[in-house]
């Protein structure tokens, strides 16, 4: 049971924070045309480097995650692609009347905040790691310096 508790709870926790990265890294070679299409939809430019990027990050760090392997850096990629992705391709704030059903923007809106709701679990992997720890403690002895 202690096993359960200390391990296994903890990696199944792990696997189902990142699960959707790796189906969303098939769909994007499945759908190799809608994805480019997304891609070059926002406001970045350069869609097919930037579809090029997203399915590197989609692939390796949810494994560096699951596996504890470099989890902490891994987690802050992670959640800097979910947060870009979310605020540059899920601007339902930008449609009229987003709160209704029959907006263009509506769906838009779960999409926003289910990635946010990503990056709140990839700040506890950082926690977890120590990469929030490590990243304090270097801020503050660089502070001192100056």
């Known amino acids: 049971m202690d096993w359960l508790i200390s391990d296994g ?3 199944l926790a792990r696997i189902f924070l990142v699960w959707i990265f790796p189906f969303s890294f098939l769909d994007k070679i499945i759908n190799w045309n809608s994805a480019l299409k997304q ?3 926002g406001r970045l430019p350069g869609g097919p480097v930037l579809l090029i990027l997203a399915m590197i990050c ?3 760090t949810p494994l560096m ?3 504890r392997f470099y989890d902490g850096i891994a987690a802050f990629v992670l959640a800097g692609y979910c947060a870009v992705t979310g605020l540059v ?3 339902f704030w930008t449609y009229p009347r987003f709160w209704s059903a029959q907006s263009e923007g509506y ?3 779960w999409d926003f905040f289910k990635n946010f709701g990503l990056v709140g679990g990839l700040i506890f992997v950082m926690y977890a790691s120590g990469f929030i720890q490590t990243i304090g ?3 503050q002895r660089f502070s001192a310096l100056i």
Do not use: D, G, W
């Open 39 to 41: 891609a070059s939809s």
């Open 107 to 109: 769906p838009h809106i």
């Open 89 to 91: 391709y899920h601007p």
């Open 58 to 60: 989609e692939l390796l």
């Open 65 to 67: 995650i699951v596996f």
């Open 9 to 11: 709870l903890p990696l």
């Open 137 to 139: 403690s270097t801020i």
